[in-house]
């Protein structure tokens, strides 16, 4: 079992920046990928970014790239997602996700949610 546990979310002016983490704890050894998932008001949960935990090949959605940057550091366990001019169309519950293999639809482990809202 792998407990995630998200921070770093919060209230933001459009324009600024958020740094999200995930801290993994129990069996991290069998992390082969991690990745941020967010859901926003009456939408549906979409993927935003994941990473490869062992050699850190990067995928993103398209419609994040170039202001979302996904990272890991190994040795602390806990992935990264770093967000550049935020819009108030970011504000959505962030989620971690990691596991054997993190699809653009599922994971193997899921953390409680970190809650990002961008004010205009």
């Known amino acids: 079992q792998v407990h995630l546990v998200e921070s770093g979310g919060g209230l933001v002016q459009a324009g600024g920046s958020l740094r999200l983490s995930c801290l993994a704890s129990?069996?991290?050894?069998?992390?082969?990928?991690m990745g941020w998932f967010r859901q926003a008001p009456g939408k549906e949960r979409e993927f935003v970014a994941s990473?490869?935990?062992?050699?850190?090949?990067?995928y993103y959605a398209d419609s994040v790239k170039g202001r979302f940057t996904i990272s890991r550091d190994v040795a602390k366990n806990t992935g990264y997602l770093q967000i550049y001019s935020l819009k108030p169309e970011d504000t959505a519950v962030y989620y971690c996700?990691?596991?054997?293999?993190?699809?653009?639809?599922?994971?193997?482990?899921w953390g409680q949610g970190t809650q990002v809202t961008v004010s205009s």
């Open positions: 996700a990691a596991g054997s293999r993190v699809t653009t639809t599922q994971a193997d482990y």
């Open positions: 129990g069996r991290t050894l069998s992390i082969y990928d």
């Open positions: 990473i490869r935990w062992s050699g850190g090949i990067t």
